[in-house]
Each structure stands twice: as structure tokens, then as C-alpha cells.
């Protein structure tokens, strides 16, 4: 590659290889954005991590390109988001074809007031990067880089690894397993685990190339262009000049004969004009899956990411929907840690990403549908609703060129506790909803959700909590932060302003209303008046000990 | 609750039956079919209702029976 060369993280022995297995709270397998995500999220708050990785270095060509506004919030919470974004590339606009001509085009912006876009475009291999940079600054956090899992036994008290390194095999016993080692998952196989599903019979050329242009950045999507007929063809951008372009092939094509750089050529040749001047950056052919794992909570072993579920890529929703998991499950492992909370907790990981997994998977099955449809009817229903599409507004809903990743809303999770009787609230920020963003100001940062996520959290406009009452909750065992939108300062409250009157829009706040948010910013109960013990018992119900 | 309606509603059945067949006059059968397809996704778009469109998507498969399967 032109633009970018991996780094080599470098194999260390570690003591741990020598003398009787040590033990480890939690071990991560794999070192992909979802086990470096959990590794930073569990040594944030101060839990000793290991994780181990059996390559040198990061994602070797770029997989995923497209991070979602929630991913990338998660990853601001991880210290990792500004840098992202800042090497990535924003957009907004998607522009769908079918054949020569433009159907329609569509604005991700969402309305104004938030910190991050609909969607940056980043290579895999800079996300994970920054990641692993970011490890590197937590103490608390190690990467084993050469360190590939080969076995694994389940006991009653902890999990026993065999690692294999270059100086040999070595024992390592943990706590709790969190198993990120990808869609083929090694572990997963050892312990005669399978993820179910469908395989789509079609294969498709993911070409990463160099080019100077003055093309914009946006989606440009193309159904059965002339250059490319019968099937479909993507358009991204990415940073440092470097465009994805996906061609679909179908299922008889080759897949060794289609990588090579004499067949790539004329098809973006055919593509991008005669003279185009580009270089080919990396180039690999897929097939495409949406599977799950039935459960992805094992006992002492817990699945996350590709490893748990795999959605094919329109959507963008397999490294999205993975740092999502890991959010929802680092504050519950660290509380059953602590001995805060009862293992069944972790239940509730299973049920909430679970759902996640079976939306990600409908809404990435009907987009694959779509642009792969699998019989002749199907393929007829797909042509007219594009033929529709240009004239006709309705139709363009139904164009599925991949839908915008956006969080599931858990309102299903057992965590939440209702609303009371006779509480009417406007707007999305229904228990299980993902807290939206706003501009503030107060002592620290501008943006509401950079004061979430450190603990629970409980949003309270005006001024019905009485200092002294935020300072008993903040003395729990359980501790629960107060922020205070508008009022004066106290040394017990933080307190923010709401300067563009979007707090108390989004939240339907009036004086009174308090929302209570677990720490990954989901909400979890709402009232219109504060109530000390209605807020305990809300914290109680989302640790599972009621 | 709107239900879907099955007693007669088009107000020149016999004119609206041979404007359907004109419709498809001069075509292929792969044409036909294409405009077939963009008249349900119109009419479908017309009633809009889900139960509606849920209950006439089970009367068309009324009596046709997947090969294979019980009749
Ligand atoms: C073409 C393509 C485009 C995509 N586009 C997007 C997109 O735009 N947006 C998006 O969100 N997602 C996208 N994805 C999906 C995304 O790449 C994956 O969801 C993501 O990489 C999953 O991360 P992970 O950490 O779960 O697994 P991986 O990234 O696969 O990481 C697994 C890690 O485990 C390690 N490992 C494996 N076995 C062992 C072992 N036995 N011992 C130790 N270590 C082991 C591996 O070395 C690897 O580092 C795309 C995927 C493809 C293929």
C-alpha cells in the first residue's frame, strides 16, 4: 500500500509465561476494534485487562470503512473519537443510479446540535491504531500481540487458556472471557459453539484505491450501471485520497482470478473513464453473511462482535453494532467485579444485544435483498421500484441501498423501569433509548454526553434536587452523579446550561423532570418529580437486584 | 378499523378489466411482468394502510399452494 504501511506491534513475553498459570479478571481474544474497544472501556474504569492477539499488527487492508454517529460517541467516550474524526472523512449526501441515471439522493444530515455527523469514513486500519495507541496510555490495560488462543476450559470458577507464542504454549486463567476474535471465531469452534444463519450466494470485489479527484465525498450507489451491468456498484471515500469501490460479481465468479490487478483495472477503467489515474491500494473478494450466535453469554464466557454476529457490510453495521456490545457490557462486568451486582447481570447483555443483533441483521438481510435479489420475481419487484423511484417519492423509500446504522432502541430491556402511571413525556428519550446529544455549557465540555457515561447519571432540570440530596446519592454503593441543567453551581451538582434550548426539547425536560442514564447513556427510568427512593429503586432494577 | 374490501367497489368493473388488459397490449412478457410490479408498489402505495395491504397480500396466496406443499 501507497498510503499506508502497518505498524509491528512487537511479540514480548510477558512473566506470566513462566512458573504456575497466572490469573487474570478478564481476558479479551483478539485485538480487532471490538476486544480493543472492551480493553480500553474495562481499563478506564481501572480493571486490569489482558488481551491477546495472535497477528503483530492491525487490520491488513481495509475492511470496515463506515463509522456510525453512535459508534463514534461511544468512541469519544473512549478517548479515541476527535482523532477518528479528524483523520476521517464526513458525509452526508447519498446518491442512488440505476442504470445512467440519477434516482434520487438523500441527506444523512441530521438536524443541527449534535457533536458528531450521520457517518465518518475511516480505514479499519487507522481506527484500530488509534485504538491500540490508546491502550497504550491505560495503565491498567496490556495487548499480547503473537498470542493466538488454541484452548480453552470452562471450570467452575474461571476460564483456562492455552496460548501459543513464539517461545511456546503457556496457561492462563481468568475470571471472565470476552471472546472478540472475529466472525470465524477459534474460540468459539473450541468450545463447540456455532452461529447460525444465512449465507448470501453472491460475492463481491472490494477494491481500495488511490486517486486524486475532484469527486465529492459522498455514497454514490449505482444499480446495473452501464459499466458494470446486471449488478451493483459502490462509491466511498475514504481518507488520504483513498476511494472504496465494491463491485458485486455474482456467485459464479472466481474469486482468485477476480483479485488480480489485470481484471480490477479495466473494470474501474470502465468505471472512472479511459484515463483515470489511480493505484490499487488492496483488493479482496467476499461473500456475505448475517449469523448469530443463539446465546452470546456462556457462563464465565461472554461473545462480542463478529464473534457473537456477523451482518453482511450495506449498512454498515458489523464494527458499529461491536462497539456497541462491548459499551453495554463493560459497565455490567465491572459491577460484578466490584461484587456490586449479581452475576445475572450479565443476562441482561445477552438479551439487549441480542435484539441489537436480530435488528442489525433484518435491516442488513432486506438491504442485501434488494441489491441481491434472489429470485426473478424479486429481481422484477426491485427494477420497477427503481423505475418508480425516479418519478415518484414513494418508491424512493423503498429504494434499500443499505439503511443508516443507527442504536437499537432496548425498550424491550428488563432494566428499564416504566414510566409511572399519568406521566406524559414527548420525544424519543423513552426508557432503553440511547441519550441524545445536545450543546451545553458548563464546567467541562459542550456537549451533554461528554458528562454521561462516568457511572449512573441522573439528568434533573431545574433545581429539584437539593444539594444535599445529590450528595447522599453520590455516596451509595452504587454511586449516581447529579447533572443539573440550568440553576446556580453547588459543590455537590455539576451543572450545565442548556444554550440552544435543545436539552429540554429533545428530553421534554420542564422543572422537575429527571431522567436516570446507566453508564453507557442509555436511559433507564424517567420521572417528572425527583424522588430519591424511586431513583434507587431504578438503580437496583438496572443491577439486577430486584 | 379499516378491513380490506372484497364486495364490488370499481364503479365500471368491465371497463377497468379491459383498460387492465390493453394495458399490457404490445408487450413482452418480461415488460408485462416489470409493469405489473410498478402497478402493485402504486396501488400498494394508494392504500398505504398495513392491515389492509397484510390482508390482500394473503388473499392473492389464498388457494395457491407452494408446490410441495398440502394443498
Ligand atoms: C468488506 C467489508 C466492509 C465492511 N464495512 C464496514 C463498515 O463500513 N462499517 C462497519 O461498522 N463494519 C464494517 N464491516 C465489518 C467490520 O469489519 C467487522 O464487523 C469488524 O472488524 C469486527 O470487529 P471484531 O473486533 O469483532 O473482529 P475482527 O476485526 O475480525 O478482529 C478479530 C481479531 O481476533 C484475532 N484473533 C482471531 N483468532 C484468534 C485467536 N485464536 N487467538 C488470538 N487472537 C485471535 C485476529 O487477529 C483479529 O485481530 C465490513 C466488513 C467487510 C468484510
Known sequence: ?546 | MPVLCTEPNIAAPDDFYELLIALHRDLTHAQSELVNAKLVLLLANHIGDTAVLRAALAAARQDVAAPGAEA
Open chain 1, 1 to 546: 500500500m501507497k498510503t499506508y504501511t502497518n505498524p509491528v506491534y512487537a511479540y514480548r513475553r510477558s512473566p506470566d509465561q513462566d512458573g504456575t498459570p497466572a490469573r487474570r479478571p478478564v481476558v479479551v481474544v483478539g485485538a480487532g476494534p471490538v476486544g480493543l474497544a472492551a480493553a480500553i472501556d474495562l481499563a478506564q474504569s481501572d480493571v486490569p485487562v489482558v488481551v491477546l492477539d495472535e497477528d503483530n499488527t492491525v487490520s491488513v487492508g481495509s475492511r470496515a470503512i463506515c463509522y456510525a454517529k453512535r459508534a463514534l460517541e461511544i468512541l469519544d467516550r473512549l478517548g479515541c473519537g476527535e482523532r477518528i474524526v479528524r483523520k476521517g472523512v464526513g458525509w452526508n449526501v447519498g446518491k442512488v443510479f440505476h442504470r445512467q441515471e440519477l434516482v434520487y439522493q438523500f441527506d444523512l444530515l441530521p438536524e443541527s446540535g449534535h457533536r458528531r455527523p450521520a457517518f465518518v469514513n475511516l480505514q479499519q486500519y487507522y481506527l484500530e491504531e488509534y485504538l491500540v495507541d490508546r491502550v497504550a496510555e491505560l495503565p491498567a490495560a496490556e495487548i499480547r500481540w503473537e498470542n493466538r488462543v488454541t484452548g480453552v476450559r470452562v471450570r467452575a470458577d474461571h476460564v483456562a487458556l492455552t496460548v501459543a507464542t513464539p517461545d511456546g504454549d503457556y496457561e492462563l486463567h481468568c475470571d471472565w472471557l470476552i471472546v472478540a476474535d472475529g466472525a470465524r471465531s477459534p474460540v468459539r469452534t473450541l468450545l463447540g459453539l456455532e452461529a447460525d444463519g444465512q449465507v448470501f450466494r453472491d460475492r463481491f470485489l472490494i477494491a481500495d484505491i488511490h486517486m486524486r479527484t475532484d469527486f465529492p465525498p459522498e455514497r454514490w450507489f449505482w444499480f446495473d450501471p452501464p459499466f458494470h451491468p446486471n449488478q451493483s456498484v459502490l462509491l466511498h471515500r475514504q481518507a488520504d485520497d483513498v476511494w472504496r469501490v465494491d463491485f458485486q460479481l455474482g456467485w459464479d465468479a472466481d474469486p482468485e482470478e477476480e483479485k488480480k490487478p489485470e481484471r480490477i483495472g479495466p473494470r474501474l477503467r470502465a468505471m472512472l473513464g479511459a484515463d483515470a489515474d489511480f493505484d490499487i491500494e488492496w483488493a479482496s473478494v467476499y461473500t456475505f453473511q448475517c449469523r448469530r450466535m443463539r446465546r452470546f453469554r456462556h457462563g464465565r464466557v461472554i461473545f462480542a462482535g463478529d464473534a457473537a454476529h456477523v451482518v453482511s457490510p450495506f449498512g454498515a453495521r458489523g464494527a458499529n453494532s461491536g462497539i456497541q456490545d462491548t459499551d453495554n457490557l463493560v459497565w455490567k462486568l465491572r459491577l460484578v467485579l466490584e461484587g456490586l451486582a449479581p452475576e445475572r447481570l450479565l443476562d441482561s447483555y445477552d438479551v439487549e444485544r441480542s435484539a441489537a443483533a436480530d435488528e442489525n441483521i433484518a435491516n442488513s438481510t432486506r438491504s442485501t435483498d434488494f441489491i441481491t435479489p434472489k429470485s426473478a420475481i424479486s429481481r422484477v419487484f426491485r427494477d420497477a421500484t427503481l423505475q418508480l423511484a425516479r418519478r415518484h417519492p414513494f418508491a424512493r423509500r423503498l429504494v434499500n441501498s443499505g439503511r443508516l446504522s443507527v442504536p437499537r432502541v432496548h425498550t424491550e430491556s428488563p432494566l428499564n423501569t416504566p414510566d409511572r402511571r399519568g406521566e406524559q413525556f414527548a420525544g424519543a428519550m423513552v426508557p432503553g433509548a440511547p441519550a441524545a446529544d445536545a450543546p451545553v455549557t458548563g464546567p467541562g465540555s459542550s456537549w451533554l454526553l461528554d458528562y454521561l457515561g462516568q457511572g449512573f447519571t441522573l439528568l434533573s432540570f431545574g433545581s429539584a434536587v437539593a444539594p444535599p440530596a445529590a450528595a447522599a446519592l453520590l455516596r451509595d454503593r452504587i454511586p449516581c452523579r447529579v447533572l443539573q441543567v440550568g440553576g446556580e453551581r453547588d459543590e455537590d451538582l455539576i451543572v450545565v446550561q442548556d444554550v440552544a434550548g435543545l436539552l429540554a426539547q429533545r428530553y421534554d425536560g420542564k422543572p422537575g423532570t429527571c431522567y436516570l442514564l446507566r453508564p453507557d447513556q442509555i436511559v433507564c427510568a424517567r420521572w417528572r418529580s425527583f424522588d430519591a427512593a424511586a431513583v434507587r429503586a431504578a438503580i437496583a432494577h438496572a443491577t439486577a437486584h430486584d
